[in-house]
């Protein structure tokens, strides 16, 4: 149980971290856009900043997430492809583990069901808003990964204290 809440709360961070770097990497961009656009001949001036410390914040937390999932996996699966390509909190150790897992996973893709609809319509306003807030969308998809995490997460340890 302690592993799965482990990694609920390291995904939720790892999701709001990458929202949150994809987001600086918008307004680089868009930065870049405004280099474009200044017309040098009419003597132009042009400044530039970029916030690094999300990146720096995100990648200290990557290797920290992928070291503890590489140490959390059972020995006769640690390979690079498995690491990447599946999530420890999956790791059934017995049958009930396996039945509490998929009542989780089941109440995940119910609240993909409620979360997606409420956000598409909130996507209604993203015309009026992109130009003064165009990371609208990386904070509205980390919502909807953190919010069905969290559920899942909930769920598994409800499930397994029964």
Do not use: C, H
């Not at 809440?5 to 307004?27: G, K, R």
């Not at 959390?72 to 009930?96: A, C, L, P, V």
Request: proline share 2%; aromatic share 20%; no cysteine.
């Amino acid at each position: 149980m302690k592993r799965v809440v482990i990694e609920t709360i390291l995904s939720v961070i790892f999701y709001t971290l990458l929202a949150w770097v994809l987001s600086t990497a918008v307004q680089l961009f868009r930065k870049f856009e405004e280099f474009e656009e200044t017309n040098w001949s009419q003597g132009g001036e042009f400044s530039f900043e970029f916030n690094v410390i999300p990146l720096i914040i995100f990648s200290l937390f990557s290797v920290f997430y992928a070291i503890y999932s590489f140490k959390t996996r059972s020995t006769n699966k640690r390979t690079i492809e498995w690491m990447f390509t599946s999530m420890t909190e999956y790791s059934e150790g017995d049958e009930r583990e396996s039945i509490i897992t998929s009542k989780a996973t089941r109440a995940g893709y119910y609240t993909y069901g409620v979360t997606i609809p409420i956000l598409m319509t909130i996507l209604v306003f993203l015309p009026f808003i992109s130009d003064d807030f165009p990371i609208y969308l990386f904070y509205m998809l980390a919502a909807i990964l953190n919010i069905s995490t969290i559920v899942y997460g909930i769920v598994w340890v409800k499930e397994y204290r029964k």
